[in-house]
Nanobody, 126 residues
Framework: QVQLVESGGGLVQAGGSLRVSCAASGRTFSSSGMGWFRQAPGKEREFVAAINWSGSMTYYADPVKGRFTMSRDNAKNTVYLQMNSLKPEDTAVYYC???????????????????WGQGTQVTVSS
């Protein structure tokens, strides 16, 4: 089992940068694929980025491609989402998720993840 805790959210101006982190506990983190999702008020949860267990493969949603970078440090049991050139439409609660069934996959759908954090709020002002 994996427990996930996000941190690093906050308020930033459009065009700025922010890095959110997800700290994991549990022995299966280093063998789990990880994902970032976000949910804005009144909208469904949407895929942002995913990374495989080793960090050798990443996959990004089109709206964030070229602006966001997902990475992981298995020694620290942490995944990161570096967000640059932020836009007001990036405002949402950001969630990390873990997939231990297919660790080498980068899964873009919420149903592919069994474990979720509580989320961290990111607000981008115009």
């Amino acid at each position: 089992q994996v427990q996930l805790v996000e941190s690093g959210g906050g308020l930033v101006q459009a065009g700025g940068s922010l890095r959110v982190s997800c700290a994991a506990s549990g022995r299966t983190f280093s063998s789990s694929g990880m994902g970032w999702f976000r949910q804005a008020p009144g909208k469904e949860r949407e895929f942002v980025a995913a990374i495989n267990w080793s960090g050798s493969m990443t996959y990004y949603a089109d709206p964030v491609k070229g602006r966001f970078t997902m990475s992981r440090d298995n020694a620290k049991n942490t995944v990161y989402l570096q967000m640059n050139s932020l836009k007001p439409e990036d405002t949402a609660v950001y969630y990390c998720a873990a997939n231990s069934m297919f660790p080498d996959a980068t899964i873009p759908t919420p149903g592919g993840y069994a474990y979720w954090g509580q989320g961290t709020q990111v607000t981008v002002s115009s």
